[in-house]
């Protein structure tokens, strides 16, 4: 009766092959259905009087019975096939790794005391001491109600004081005395038994008989549950809820369970007491019925059933080809066999208690023997309420030492436990505890990102600089022709725009999240740029005051004059920058760096410069070239150049110097994306600079022309002589 889903399972199974006509085309399949629970017979060596054409026997889900059904078919030469080794095997890997899903190091083992628990404590064993998990005990008990002895209990009340994690393993008969003996521990302890319960395939949630301790069934809210991965078969939830007790079909068990699920009776008794047991309708509805009585969607077990009895028509069918026979059911599914046999892998469900204290298993995650290592268990952790969770404690916050560590402290692990659990460890550098300090959430990456409005600003503004350079270039291109582009030395014009604007393009750089290349290359990048934008100024300059001093006779600074002396002063400066980068690289290179301490729940991601040493002299000898510059600029002021304008120069270097001294004390005094950005603004402050004092005038006077152009040079004097008399 407890299994009557797989019963009807067994017979839907065999209808949908008859009516194959692909599938044994001539051959019509029957079937005997042999109830051997609590069923003691002896089996003789011979049989008489019946001549059944017996084609295959399907046994049942209890692994004990199906061993004594080979033994006892081995008398006969029956062919035999086992199905479950790989099923067990994918079943083991996968609560291994749910135990490290979870990092749960510190469990406990519970099995009947038989060779099957005997054979899962020793295949566990070797599989949790690779990965060293350590186990707390491995009790094995004989699932049996009426055999619940105090001292049995005692020993069982200990099992379960000593940790969070409990793995189940037993049989179809073996909740219900798991239930009663939670219910007996709480009694006496007055303690509610919080953990976290896994459960293996084996175990059937099942409660036909046992209505009584329904109630009970709380306990494993949240249990997980591993159980034969199953796929819809079509027609199968029709053809249960079209199940009629009235008219069975031959099915004598159906009148017996429907007057179990229903508690009623087709047939009134004589009325025992006060006791009135309701009449049977057959019109009940077993879409009502709760799922721990009856489900109507097809079960692990049932569709094991429905699988085995499509294999055993296939092998009829293709018998020869019994080892590569490879086919789909009638749910779609591909079923094949290995060498180790029949392989359907393993559900994840998890048990969820509802407010009325009745319970449905939800599907969390699945084993796939077919995958490849690592990627067999795929679970969804966000879908687990786990029973503990309920009642305020989580067990993953609660990780032991390792198993070596433990022996090599105390000898042993039971002396250890109440120090594991009585401590909580810290949780690893990108995550922080949670408000209950019971559980680690993941750190927030913080950077100066594209996606902030900080850094969107920033972005937008070099994009903006970069354009306007970039036209200023297309100007000067344009009129390359004319006096003013010949008199400011064309070949330097092009050189500081085209520095300027890869100075620009350099602030690109520091926005988003730091990398390797980036950290490495990005302070130097700006450096060599900017000293070969200052030395394009200075070369510029040179060239103008080397000029009027060649005008007085037998002046040897003609000489001097050409490009040669541009190219020293345009080449040389940015080498020796870019020898200081060179070492700087080679020695103490930046790299990325992350802060885990400076923000609560956040991860800074930022460049470490290496050797701050080596960076300050960066700065210093770009700031050596600038001074150089000014100096220059300064002393060639008053020279009568109205194209060159050295006042322009100096007024650039002028806004060159206040803003890169001004960004040593931000730099210094702020942390984070902030540092980030007061030195893009610094960039493209000081490059913003130079071409708005050097470049703007000039290309004023190339699209303006004749009077407004004489008019603006005149406001521009005025302007530089109050500067003049203000200023120096």
Request: net charge neutral.
């Amino acid at each position: 009766l407890k299994n009557y889903q797989q019963f009807r399972a067994l017979v839907f199974a065999v209808k949908e092959i008859n009516k194959d006509l692909d599938l044994l085309p001539n051959i019509t399949l029957g079937f005997h259905i042999n109830d051997y629970h609590q069923l003691k017979q002896m089996v003789p060596g011979y049989k008489c009087g019946r001549q059944d054409l017996l084609l295959s026997v399907i046994g049942g889900d209890n692994p004990k019975s199906s061993r004594q059904m080979a033994s006892t078919f081995g008398l006969f030469k029956v062919p035999q096939g086992r199905g479950s080794l790989r099923h067990e095997i994918a079943l083991y890997e996968g609560l291994v790794r749910l135990l490290l899903h979870f990092q749960w190091n510190w469990v406990g083992l519970m099995t009947p005391e038989d060779d099957d628990g005997e054979h899962f404590i020793s295949s566990m064993l070797t599989m949790l001491k690779e990965k060293e998990i350590c186990l707390a005990f491995t009790d094995k008990y004989k699932f049996d109600i009426d055999d619940l002895t105090d001292l049995k209990m005692l020993h069982l009340f200990k099992a379960f004081s000593s940790v969070e994690v409990i793995i189940l393993f037993g049989d179809s008969h073996s909740f219900a005395t798991v239930l009663v003996a939670l219910r007996c521990y709480e009694e006496l302890t007055k303690k509610p038994v919080l953990k976290v319960w896994i459960l293996t395939s084996h175990w059937k949630v099942n409660v036909i008989g046992y209505q009584g301790i329904l109630k009970d069934i709380k306990r494993f809210h949240g249990a997980l549950h591993f159980r034969d991965r199953i796929s819809d078969v079509p027609e199968f939830n029709h053809f249960l809820l079209s199940l009629d007790p009235l008219n069975p079909q031959g099915d004598t068990f159906l009148p017996l369970w429907w007057e179990w699920v229903f508690n009623c009776r087709f047939h009134q008794l004589p009325r025992n007491g006060n006791v009135q047991i309701k009449q049977c309708t057959g019109k009940e509805n077993l879409q009502n019925v709760p799922t721990y009585l009856f489900e109507t969607s097809i079960t692990g077990e049932g569709y094991n059933i429905h699988n085995a009895n499509y294999a055993v028509a296939h092998a009829l069918h293709i018998l020869p080809y019994l080892r590569k026979v490879q086919f789909n059911n009638s749910a779609g599914d591909e079923i094949s066999f290995s060498v180790n046999g029949l392989g359907s892998g393993h559900g994840l469900l998890n048990w969820v208690l509802l407010p009325n204290e009745s319970f449905v298993p939800m599907k969390v995650g699945q084993i796939d023997p077919g995958a490849s290592p690592g990627q067999d268990l795929t679970i969804n952790s966000d879908k687990v309420p786990f029973a503990s969770l309920v009642f305020g404690s989580f067990p993953t916050i609660f990780r032991p030492p390792k198993c070596t560590e433990i022996s090599q402290k105390t000898g042993h692990f039971g002396d250890h436990f109440q120090a594991v659990f009585t401590s909580c460890d810290p949780c690893p550098e990108d995550q922080y505890p949670n408000k209950d300090k019971d559980h680690c959430i993941a750190k927030k990456i913080h950077f100066l990102a594209y996606q902030d409005p900080l850094g969107y600003t920033l972005a937008s503004l070099t994009l903006s600089l970069s354009m306007i350079t970039l036209a200023v270039l297309a100007i000067f291109r344009k009129h390359h022709d004319t006096p003013i582009v010949k008199a400011n030395n064309r070949d330097l014009t092009y050189l500081l725009l085209i520095s300027l604007l890869l100075c620009f393009l350099c602030s690109f750089l520091f926005i988003g999240q730091p990398g390797k290349l980036t950290c490495l290359f990005r302070q130097t990048a700006f450096a060599i740029l900017f000293s070969l934008a200052v030395s394009s100024v200075l070369a510029k300059t040179v060239m103008v005051v080397l000029a009027f001093m060649t005008t007085k006779p037998g002046n040897s600074a003609r000489k001097l004059l050409g490009k040669p002396l541009t190219n020293s002063i345009v080449i040389g400066c940015p080498l020796g920058q870019a020898i200081i980068c060179a070492i700087w690289l080679a020695t103490f290179p930046p790299f990325p760096n992350m802060d885990f301490h400076s923000l609560v729940g956040e991860t800074i991601v930022e460049c470490n410069e290496g050797s701050a040493l080596m960076f300050y002299a960066v700065l210093t000898y770009l700031g050596f070239l600038v001074l150089v510059s000014f100096t220059i600029d300064f002393l060639a002021r008053k020279l009568p150049d109205s194209f060159s304008k050295a006042k322009f120069i100096t007024f650039s270097m002028l806004v060159f110097c206040s803003v890169w001294i001004t960004f040593l004390p931000t730099y210094l005094s702020t942390k984070e994306k902030s540092m980030v950005a007061v030195e893009i603004f610094s960039i493209l402050a000081s490059g913003a600079g130079l071409l708005a004092c050097i470049f703007f005038p000039k290309c004023y006077i190339i699209l303006l022309r004749d009077q407004e152009d004489k008019q603006f040079y005149k406001i521009w004097d005025l302007f530089y002589q109050w500067l003049d008399k203000k200023t120096w």
